[in-house]
């Protein structure tokens, strides 16, 4: 990690992860933003008074580990690339400093709302078990066939607002992996805003304007899937491809 981040991290006051249950904000809406390093340097720099930075055992930035399941013609996928409004993805995600991991099963609606439900693992079930089954059929509705699809890490900073009930996921040093074949963007940063309705005012939001930084729907899944599979559509994701390219490049 560049140490000009770890340094503007040390600026911001902390906040545990208990402290932080308050802001949890499983349904919620989601505006992502998409710019490089140096931009995050420049946002930081204007927020530290406005946020708190979760800390856990002094680490202020945290890794993470997930593991995507989706059908074997690739449903959750297709149905992002096509655009459908109600939409669902599945995964379990390893929180490593914590070491807790969980099975997470995030769903999407027609009016932008994130529904978030999860329950801990043990670990990662490349092949799921009977009660992680038992928990995707109960909250999807649906009998799904899941395999694993993809493997994702990266590095997440956690602020939350001091005014808003708001917390801001800033995701760094992504990479993908699945069957021997590997992509990192190091330079690609994606900023996620949770609210439970999107505001202008927010901080964060503010001083992303400020660098011409507009929300830009972005799917982490979906750019981790078309870089690494050649055999799926993705002429929807083409532009988006072009505008990480040119903001990391």
């Known amino acids: 990690m560049p140490q000009n981040i770890q340094k503007l991290m040390s600026r911001f006051s902390s906040i545990s992860l208990e402290e932080m249950n308050s802001v949890a904000l499983m349904k919620r809406t989601d505006t992502k933003f998409v710019i490089n390093k140096e931009q995050l340097l420049a946002v930081l720099s204007k927020i530290d008074d406005q946020y708190k930075v979760l800390e856990i055992k002094k680490d202020r930035i945290m890794s993470y580990s997930s593991l995507y399941f989706d059908t074997d ?23 490593v400093e914590s070491n807790l991991c969980f099975l997470e099963i995030k769903q999407k609606n027609g009016k932008g709302e994130t529904n978030k439900s999860r329950i801990p693992v043990s670990d990662f079930e490349v092949d799921l078990s009977k009660s992680s089954t038992a ?38 040093n992504l990479s993908y992996k699945m069957n021997d074949i590997e992509k990192k963007f190091e330079n690609l940063v994606v900023v996620e805003v949770k609210q439970e309705r999107f505001n202008r005012n927010s901080a964060i939001v503010k001083a992303l304007k400020v660098l011409r930084q507009h929300p830009y729907s972005i799917s982490k899944y979906c750019i981790g899937m078309v870089s690494l599979y050649n055999d799926i559509k993705y002429n929807v994701f083409k532009k988006k491809l072009i505008k990480i390219n040119n903001i990391t490049a």
Do not use: A, M
């Open 135 to 172: 928990f995707i059929s109960e909250t999807t509705n649906e009998v799904y066939n899941l395999e694993p699809s993809l493997w994702n890490g990266f590095n997440r900073i956690t602020l939350v607002s001091l005014k808003n009930k708001e917390r801001v996921t800033i995701d760094l």
């Open 73 to 95: 013609d690739n449903k959750f996928y297709n149905d992002h690339h096509n655009g459908k409004n109600n939409r669902t993805k599945i995964r379990q995600r390893k929180y």
